[in-house]
């Protein structure tokens, strides 16, 4: 052991050392939140709680039941019924997403064609009963409305799906039967 | 020997083939778009070509013969380029809303993009504009989709034979179109369905309601409609049938189905299934629970079976029902019940003509490959309509034709018509007399080519026959004589309307006799899936199972020993002897399994008397039909796709069902009757439906050592281990000849349509939209002179009464007969007919019902 080692052990140099820097923290602003009292916005894209996009012109969901979301999402947590509706048209009766099984990966709103499925910024959705959890058609259309209507959801669009997001549009094409060039 | 290179890698090839076939062969694949394994090469969509050294230009793999020496490239920059090419010219005009459409996922155009094509076409016309069809009740046509593959017409033209569609229109504008240009109006067999590449033909059965990857489970079973005995992929999502196809390459059906096969599986999940065991109590029906029912009818059985003996008490086993369900049935009755009255509907058809056939030559003579139809040179139809009765056996017919075989047709199977090569070949008879034309056939056969000297006791009737005078005469007698003697290989397909003949034995022997003396391969049409398997397994009154005849000692012992239980003594009768010994009141208690005799007999109110007259009745069934409205009790059984078990095609080939979806509402046939039969006294405790088959084929000399892993590899076909046995007849039964002229202005007659079948098929909703309603089928020329229209409704009238359906004017009747059908309920041609027995095959003979046409 040399000298200087043992003053360093003697004197508790390295300790010192770190209480300084616990001194300092103590007058610097704090960066904690106080959730729940203080909650803080998230960032558009942020993949919270699921929501089905509702076409402002039709009200409706701009879902067209491909089930492409549903073949891609890892953990097989949503699942698609249509069926044949009026005029011979496909119409989705059942969109239901498991949520607590989902792991937020987002691979549906990729997949989605559409872009008719979104992660909101929504994240605190706690409950005490599992079927809560349970998100049919409604629900999910409802979270569009609650958290990304209006100009949220444009900004999303703009900021993440370009150019792809300028080719979404309510699927009328083949809605209407009339083929038209895309 | 051939030597092909493709990709580096050397092929050898025996016989001709394309390019494309070799390459697949060893295992190289080629993309095509136009090429379909059941059609015949195209070379339309050029997405097969390959390079070919030596050729200037590429070349179609799928046109090409391959030729000694060729080294082909089936990739390269080139290639890929022209590919990509050809696929960008396809979506020029596909709409390609994959998201939408319901091929997505198993379209093969999405495939080929998806690989080869390239991601954004240069072509930004205007698409053309085909509106979707949905006036087909069957089929949604999306003709925006269509690549003009034709893949769908010639299928319908040159496999199914039906030459219902065509493509129209040229250049871009081309699409294909019905006939009728609206709906189909065709056979319906769906085979278009299956080669459309891409959703321009899709299903309005499953429309919308499903992608192909959302399927839970796949279950391959057996169709249950009619004794060919189709493979069928049932496609499962939440318990519920999404639909039904076929695969190339599994089953003897290889790739085709036919309406009822493909459409008619809705009957399984219809509202009207019994849903709990039923019990009558002062005329009505109480819903009861599993173990009362048991306890109440084994409590019956018992009381009958101890104050009047066995013989009091009958059976009708099932042709819909399984192997399994049908040993277990026979065992109960003989062993619980104490009787041989064990019979089936398939007497007045299948089991009787069997039977007497097998007696004169041999069993298994009736056992013959349907595929092997397809090298046949000559094919005499006679007695019914393959092509509706056992539409894929049809299809071998019309595949013959087309390889140049000649097809005879005696009488007006409709669906061969158009293949008849020339008109001479088919034969117009009087009505109800195909004894006369069989035996004339027959004896003039015999005095050109002598008997064999095998069988004495056949030689003997036909020189008998020949001696005869002659009844009738035909003016073709000579120029078939001449096809037959000089074919090489001769198939004779007999319908069951040749049993359901007063005398119908004469035609019998005759058949019979054709097949011995033109060394013949003999098919009997069966109407329902198991009939054959209902043989083997012992339902009926006078052979055990394996066809081993009750009367004689070594057999019986045996069995015994293996039942440890003695069978009982006389032989039992057959099922419209228990008709009529309902009648006198000789029997007392019947139990019916899956069956539905006052519907399915004739003369439906007799039948109806007599059930009505019987101390106890039991029906085990999956719905409340005609006959189960008259039961004591009503069991709920378990349906076509909900149960495991085997099914004995016409081929005698066994194939193994397999439950796709789970019920509620019933219980395993087997099941039934073996809880029953422990309350009796008669322990019977199987597991499962395997189980039953692991007693059958230790006890059935026929079944002898089959597993289910080989009947599930498809490999069970006749003789399987064992070996044809039972002695042949020395003397030929005949009964005295009865020839009546039938000279009224209409006789009704039985039409066998193609897309219904009886009890399950009016409840197939899908069936019913393309045959909602019976219709009364009457020639042209009396159609005129009664001044009928199409659709006009008249009352027709019988003996046994009256019903009014509208009128259908069929141009393949030749005759003063009408046909009805015997498939909706409360207008089945049955309860219009009278029968007399058949002395001989105990079957009933249906002929010269005279009908009275009223227009109404
Ligand atoms: S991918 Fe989009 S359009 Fe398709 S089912 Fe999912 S949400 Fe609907
Ligand atoms: S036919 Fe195939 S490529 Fe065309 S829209 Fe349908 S799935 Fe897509
Ligand atoms: S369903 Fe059969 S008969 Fe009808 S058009 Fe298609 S292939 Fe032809
Ligand atoms: S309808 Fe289908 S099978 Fe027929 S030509 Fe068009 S793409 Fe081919
Ligand atoms: S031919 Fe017979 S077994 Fe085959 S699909 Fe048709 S009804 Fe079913
Ligand atoms: S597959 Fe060969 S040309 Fe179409």
Redesign the interface.
Known sequence: MTTKELVKKVFFIEILQGLALTLKHLFTPAVTRQYPTEKREPFPGSRGLHALVRDAETGREKCVGCGLCAAMCPSQCIHIYTSEGENHKKIVDRYEIDVLRCVFCAFCVEACPYGAVVLTGHYEYSDYNRDAFYYTKERLLENWDKYMSGEKGKEYFEKFWRPKSEDFGFPTVSRTGDIKNP | MITITVNGKEIQIDKPMTVLEAAKKAGIKIPTLCHHELLESYGGCRLCVVEVERMPKLQNACTLLAADGMVIRTESEVISKVRSEMLELLLINH???????DK?GECELQDLVNKYGPTVGRY?????????S?TDPIF?RHM?RCVVCTRCVRMCDTVQGASAISMIERGGRTRMEPFSSTSFNCEYCGNCLTVCPVGAILS?LY?????P??VDKEIKTICPYCGVGCSLFVQVRDNSIKRVIPKIGQGLNNGLLCSRGRFGYEFIESQERLKSPLVKEKGKFKQSTWNEAFHFVAGRLMEIRELHGGKAIAGIASPRCTNEDNYVFQKFMRMACRTNNIDSISRIGFAAAQKYIEDLLGQGVTSNIIDGLKNSDAILVIGGDPTAVNPILGLAIRAAARNGANVIVVGNAKGLVPIIRDKTLRIIHPVFREADVLELLLTNIFKTQDVRAEKPAIDKRIKELSEKPVKMDIKEMEKLVKILLGSNSISIVAGMELVQRVDGHRSLFAIAALTYLLEARLFLLSEKPNEQGLIDMGCLPDMLPGGRPINVGDFKHKFEAAWKESIPQDKGITLMEMIGAIRNKDIKALYIMGENPVFNLPNGHYIREALESLDFLVVQDIFLTETAELADVVLPALGWAEKDGTYTNLERRVQLLKRAIDSSSGIEDWKIISEISSIMGYEMDYSSAEKIMEEIAKVSPLYRDLTYKEIGAGDCLWPYHGEPLRGELNEVPVAVDITQDYKADFYLAIEKPLFHSGTLSRRASALRKICPEPTLKISPQHAGKLKLKEGDRVNISTAQGTISVPVSIDASITDNRVLLSNNFENKGVFNLLNFSLDKVTKAPGIEGCEVKIERK
């Open positions: 709409p390609l809303d994959c998201a939408y459409c997505a930004k016309e205007e698409k053309r504009k085909v509106p979707e949905h949604a925006g309005r429309i919308h309601s499903y992608r990857w959302q």
